[in-house]
């Protein structure tokens, strides 16, 4: 029956007084839901201050998820003040994740002097990744002697062996 699914062909008045108040029961729950979710069709005049406040605390989560993950729309004059220096910590570490990962742009003023250093060692250890798999990403020019003679064997041996 096309009334328990939402569909708009849905004709009550062939239905009894029970499969109306069941109809009229599933629609004001996936109204709730979509305010909850934070989907389409969502109408808070409809809803009843109980209802309200389990949208509001949706809302809330999700803007703190949003806020801790770095994707979506964060806005922080929501957060507590301990909401708020998690989203800073969280959003620092991904700053420090995509440099260490050399995703993306890489703003290092927001960096410790350790933490810069230890991303400089992570572009140069995928720059000797790189260079060893013989990959047009290599940048020769950074190596320490060393370096250029350890890959230098590795790649004869590579050579070798294909």
Excluded: W
């Excluded at 699914?5 to 009894?16: A, I, P, R």
């Excluded at 949706?58 to 801790?68: G, K, Q």
């Excluded at 729309?73 to 420090?96: F, N, S, Y």
């Amino acid at each position: 029956m096309n009334c328990f699914y939402g569909f708009s062909e849905c004709d009550t008045k062939e239905l009894n007084a029970n499969q109306r108040r069941e109809i009229a029961r599933v629609n004001r729950d996936q109204r709730l839901q979509n305010c909850i979710d934070g989907t389409g069709g969502c109408d808070l005049s409809r809803l009843n201050t109980s209802e309200k406040e389990q949208v509001a605390e949706a809302v809330r989560a999700r803007n703190l998820e949003m806020c801790l993950d770095g994707i979506g729309d964060c806005d922080r004059t929501q957060l507590t003040p301990d909401e708020k220096q998690e989203a800073i910590d969280a959003e620092h570490d991904h700053i420090l994740q995509n440099c260490l990962d050399g995703l993306g742009s890489c703003d290092y003023a927001q960096l410790s002097q350790q933490e810069r250093q230890d991303v400089a060692r992570a572009t140069q250890d995928r720059n000797l990744e790189e260079c060893a798999e013989d990959s047009d990403g290599c940048d020769r020019s950074g190596m320490t002697a060393e370096e250029r003679r350890e890959l230098s064997g590795t790649t004869r041996g590579q050579t070798a062996h294909k």
